[in-house]
């Protein structure tokens, strides 16, 4: 397995994804970009065979990160106001990708597609046995998730690199939450923050039609 990056703790991604929800029921940027962040690390410390994973993850987020420090700063506050925004100022193209290829609309949906992977890859490495492969688990939650939207290419190269996974104690341990029993309830405890997130955007995109953004 490759080195694991200096003081990578899955907690803090996790708290991060805590302090995204708004007692007003949104979502705020920030600590949402700031878990994306984390995960990006948690991801690079799997060996470079993820990076290809990671790369498209680092250019959205990236995207998202200009908007926070540009004038427009404010409309981009939470996935709210960014939603509002955006689609007021006609800065969404719902049919044709090539009109705002880096809408925040669009961007943040890619990312919420694969925090739908997350989140189902932590609760099955959370509710496996001792002995389950990760691949296994990878792999599935990413045919029941994410994969419908990549192509097949994408899907081969991504179900390769999964073969590549430590097992289920090592990466447990890698995620630095304490021995693997500490790690599975922690994961028990944050991860309905993380549902909670994925729930709120896909309402928020449902209610707009916006669920399909090419
Ligand atoms: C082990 C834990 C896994 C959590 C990982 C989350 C990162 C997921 C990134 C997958 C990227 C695969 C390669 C890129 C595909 C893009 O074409 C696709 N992007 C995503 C994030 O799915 C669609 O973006 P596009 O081409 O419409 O701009």
Redesign the pocket.
Known sequence: MAERQDGFCLREVLAAFRACLTAEQTVLMDPYLRGWNG?IR??NS?GTI?S??????VT?IQIMEKYRSSDQRERYETLQTMVEYELASGLVSLKN?GECPESGC??IL??H???H??QM?LEGLRTSQEDSKTSVI?TDSYNAS?AN??PWV?RKA?TLAFCA?PTRNAFLENMNLGTPEEAVDMLGEALPYVCKVYEITEELYAKHKMLDLP
């Open positions: 995960l948690f991801l799997l993820f290809f994973v990671s790369k498209d993850a959205k990708r669009r961007t890619r990312l597609r694969a925090l992977w997350l890859f990878c994410l939207y990549h994408i991504a996974l």
